[in-house]
């Protein structure tokens, strides 16, 4: 005998499921787009991705004031060379030049995370976030100190000083206002601006995030036609907060993350300047394209399904840049 339940059955249990989550049928299509997003934790009801707070945030200091005295050789930088935050703070250990006071790990960029995650429960053992690098690690007290790019680049630059080369400024003190500004603008509406556009689960909130950015790259683009770098001759901490974007722009987020209204090599200006800045001494052995391309293209597999790695595109940083006319 047939089974006339079965097939209605099936459908209202898919659509029962939904809705019980979600709490109705209206809300159904806004539980489908949390389920379709990368990291469902940091997707808004509109489509939005909102990425999570860094969790830890002490300080290590020079005046006993925090449990992470400032020691050399007592901390350790974890990073993968996929990313742009963890990699400021690699090329910030690298130009304070830290590389002795400071000791690194680079992880795989598709299987390196496991220990990483031990390091976060130890330090909290009811971290319910995703783990993320860069993480700067007190082999001493056993725990993460500071899993936030902006925090790490200040103490490297600040109380890591001593152990590095002290003459090299990275946020000036007459312009940090400005920088501050800067800073910001570029993290919202560029470092995270592309993350903005590809995780986005709406044509709505991708076109309002793609669309920013590349309003905010067009005035960068004008600012550094007339500057040699963001704030003139002075090479500071929010220009190679800019390249880490900038030098994964053509390779991944143009495509992977649909950043597709031109490219970084269609704006001269950006284009010398990432050359430029490309060229610093010791900054290529930063970048490593198979690292960028297999960490987008293989890890984010609600975006790339097939994670298949595109073979291009071919990128020629080590170009003469013709910028240094410019002040
Ligand atoms: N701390 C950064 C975010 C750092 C971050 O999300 N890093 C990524 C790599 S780009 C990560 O570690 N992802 C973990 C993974 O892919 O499993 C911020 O607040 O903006």
Redesign the pocket.
Known sequence: MEKPFLSPRIATVETDHSCALAGGRRSYTLFAMKANAQFPEEQSDGGEFQ?QE?AFRAWVTDDGSSPHPVERGRYHLYV?L?????CRTLIVRKVKRLEEAIGVTVGDPVNG?RFLREAYVATDPKFGG????PVLWDKEAGVIVN???DDLCRMFNGVFSRFGDASVELFPADIAREQDKLSEFIYEKVN?GVYQAGFATTQKSYEKAARALFEALDQLEARLATHRYLFGIRLVETDWRLFCTLVRFDAVYHGHFKCNLRRVVDYPSLDGYLRELYQQPGIAETVNFDHIKR?YYV?HDDINPTRIVPIGPLLDLKRPHGREKLR
């Open positions: 990425r860094d993968s996929a990313c742009p935050w963890a995370f995703r783990v993320t690098v899993n936030s790019e995270n960490h890890t």
